[in-house]
């Protein structure tokens, strides 16, 4: 069965990425000598799981044509929507031809270069036979307080809490389903989220802190130290 189960990748990259105050998106920022979502792709190529990865732009993006990769024959480009869940959406639509609703999806942060892959497959292992599906994630190892204001209000117990990271792998069927159905909620901030409106409760796979999402300035010289350390 396992045989005929294709895994796609859905890599949403509308996103303009406000925090990092530069001249463009943060996906395009030059790292060690390549833009991130051209590091995050070829992570993904090398994995060497995926049918075809869709890459979500949006309609507007002057720097996605001009990236080789974007040629890639394993890479097709989709348009981005309003939100995050909209241009996965897309990215699924845009696979629908081939893709059976059993088929596995990995939907993956651009601004996640740092992605391994070593993880991407121990993820698919440990799903693969899963009803739902499941993300990659950290556990919590700071203490984290409930704050109203600048006020604390409690501690969580972080027993509890985990830090959600991506890949998230789902059914083609199940996440297609769950995002139409979630369409303009604000209480979707990722794949996995719309999943549990369903009342699907989805896996933790715990993942590698160096797995980071480039979102603040600093966080490219992160990056780039671990991908020397990788």
């Known amino acids: 069965m396992i045989n005929s189960i294709k895994f796609w990748a859905i890599v949403p990259a509308a996103g303009v990425g406000k925090r990092m105050q530069a001249d463009r998106p943060k996906q395009y920022l030059e790292l ?24 979500v732009v949006s309609e507007e ?8 990769v974007s040629q890639h024959q394993k890479i097709i480009t989709a348009p981005g929507g309003k939100e995050r869940a909209d241009s996965v959406l897309s990215g699924l639509k845009t696979i629908r031809e081939q893709a ?3 088929d596995w999806v990995l939907v993956h942060d651009a601004a996640r270069p740092c992605i391994t892959a070593a993880d991407i497959h121990y993820l698919i292992d440990s799903l693969v036979d899963d009803d739902v599906g ?3 994630a950290l556990a919590s190892p700071d203490t984290l307080k409930q704050v109203e204001g600048k006020c604390i209000t409690g501690t969580l117990d972080r027993s ?15 996440l297609k389903t769950a995002l139409e159905q979630a369409q303009g909620n604000p209480a ?3 794949d996995a989220s719309a999943l549990e409106l369903q009342g699907l409760q989805p896996k933790i796979v715990e993942g590698r802190p160096d797995n980071i999402k480039i979102t603040r300035p600093e966080d490219l010289a992160l990056a780039q130290f671990y991908m020397e350390q990788q």
């Open 32 to 55: 060690a000598g390549k833009t991130v979502i051209e590091h995050t792709l070829l992570r993904l190529l090398q994995a060497d799981v995926f049918a075809a990865i869709a890459v």
């Open 61 to 68: 993006d002057p720097y996605w044509p001009d990236l080789a």
């Open 100 to 102: 059976s609703d059993d």
């Open 134 to 136: 499941g993300i990659l």
């Open 160 to 174: 509890h809490i985990w830090r959600a990271l991506t890949p998230q792998m789902f059914r083609y069927g199940m």
């Open 188 to 190: 979707i901030t990722d």
